[in-house]
């Protein structure tokens, strides 16, 4: 009996060692997303200023993130727009200065995808939301001689559903979300 203790608790401590800390490599990530306008077009945008860190084994299976975005960082390639988004009319960025989301859980749902389920708090809103994962690909660098994985996470939000922007008929209410990762565990 005492032997199968232990080898259950060694089994468990090995599946908790497997686990690692994942970060986000700026320079090779991008938050995007697009809204409509108009109801003919969609005008994209992203984020500069963002940290995402990932709990997750080396397949990444039953990953664990952790999203930290900058509303000032907002770009959209146009100022004077950008500005107004940063402005209460939008983003409040002087009183919400960051966009976070926390996952909740995890389920496999391929091969190489997933479905990440989290907690998204923007505007001082706090909603679930699903994201849909991809793992593109996992790596050695030859540089760093570190794992790197390429992710994709895509998702959908209500923008009124945070107060962000009024209820207007030149925006659409829905925002997709895009997330291109590159990711290096630690």
């Keep these: 009996m005492k032997k199968t203790i232990f080898a259950l608790a060694f089994l468990t401590s090995l599946a908790v060692a ?12 991008k938050v995007g997303f697009g809204i409509s306008h108009l109801m003919i077009s969609t005008v994209e945008g992203h984020f500069s200023d963002f940290d995402i860190t990932a709990t997750a084994t080396d397949t990444f299976d039953n990953a664990e993130f952790m999203v930290d975005i900058k509303t000032t960082s907002i770009d959209t390639d146009n100022d004077r727009r950008d500005d107004h988004l940063r402005s209460a009319d939008f983003f409040d960025a002087e009183k919400y200065p960051s966009i976070t989301f926390k996952s909740t859980s995890f389920e496999k749902t391929g091969d190489k995808t997933f479905k990440l389920l989290g907690d998204l708090s923007m ?4 909603k679930p939301v699903t994201l849909e994962g991809t793992v593109n690909g996992i790596i050695t660098d030859q ?3 570190k794992l790197k994985a390429g992710l994709k996470l895509t998702g959908t939000v209500d923008r009124l559903a945070f107060g962000v922007g009024g209820d207007t008929p030149t925006l659409g209410d829905e925002v997709e979300l895009t997330i291109h990762l590159e990711m290096a565990q630690q």
């Design 18 to 29: 497997a686990q690692s800390t994942w970060k986000s490599d700026g320079a090779h990530s």
């Design 123 to 126: 505007h001082g809103v706090t």
């Design 143 to 145: 540089r760093s001689q």
